[in-house]
């Protein structure tokens, strides 16, 4: 199975600072995503890319920047985190367009 | 981007008896139809898809019916366990390109 690694787990971060969540896949994937999960809202697009160097936004993009460095490695980047954004984070990946999607562990970030 | 809207957010069933999550979207080319399942405390995993040139697929206790005429999709999970309790998503590819838009989540819960 598809592996993709998200750290940090667990993050605390007060409102105007800086946070960046990592993620790896190690599947040769074309394309990774990063979700946010709220309580009512489902998952929602942030930033997605099809691959080093190409970023595209998804539906939730305000306060969020993202890059895609290697085909491996996606960051997502809050510079300056608001409450509004806490939030479970899920990283995810697909080899091609309509394919299966692998999540991260997700990651979880307090803004207080 | 594309809506799904997902019916019921919540249900509960007896084990034993059968359980239907409803989704419909906008977008006519739209053509993948993923499910996902998320466990408390889990990432969301794919459990069963359907593309465009289908109307029904089965695997196992999970049937996928599509009408692309009304711009629907249903999961149905016969023979309910209480290992079905969890988060189902449903979700839809914008037109023909990359970008999954899912559905607001619904929580299951099968009881002995």
């Known amino acids: 199975e598809a592996a993709v690694t998200q750290s940090p787990r667990n993050k605390v971060t007060v409102t105007g600072g800086n946070v960046t969540l990592s993620c790896r896949q190690t599947?040769?994937?074309?394309?990774m995503y990063w979700y946010r999960q709220d309580t009512g809202h489902g998952l929602r697009l942030i930033h997605y890319?099809?691959?080093?160097?190409?970023?595209q936004i998804g539906d939730v993009p305000d306060g969020y920047k993202a890059t895609r460095t290697t085909q491996e490695d996606f960051f997502l980047l809050l510079e300056l985190a608001s409450p509004s954004q806490t939030s479970l984070y899920f990283c995810?990946?697909?080899?091609?367009?309509?394919?299966?999607?692998?999540f991260g562990e997700g990651s979880r970030l307090i803004v207080v | 981007g594309e809506q799904v809207e997902q019916l019921p957010s919540i249900l509960r069933v007896q084990e034993g008896s059968s359980a239907s999550i409803n989704c419909s979207y906008e977008?006519?080319?739209?053509?993948?139809f993923p499910w996902y399942k998320q466990e408390p405390g889990e990432n969301p995993k794919l459990i069963i898809d359907?593309?465009?040139?289908?109307e029904r697929k089965q695997i196992q206790e999970l049937i996928v019916l599509l009408d692309k005429k009304a711009k629907r999709f249903s999961l149905h999970i016969t023979d309910t366990q209480p290992g079905d309790s969890a988060m189902y998503f449903c979700?839809?590819?914008?037109?023909?390109?990359?970008?999954?838009?899912f559905g607001k989540g619904a929580k299951l819960t099968v009881s002995p």
């Open positions: 359907i593309r465009s040139n289908m």
């Open positions: 890319s099809y691959g080093a160097g190409n970023l």
């Open positions: 995810a990946s697909s080899d091609r367009v309509g394919n299966t999607l692998y």
């Open positions: 977008d006519s080319a739209s053509n993948y």
């Open positions: 599947n040769s994937h074309n394309y």
């Open positions: 979700a839809a590819s914008v037109g023909t390109g990359s970008k999954l838009s």
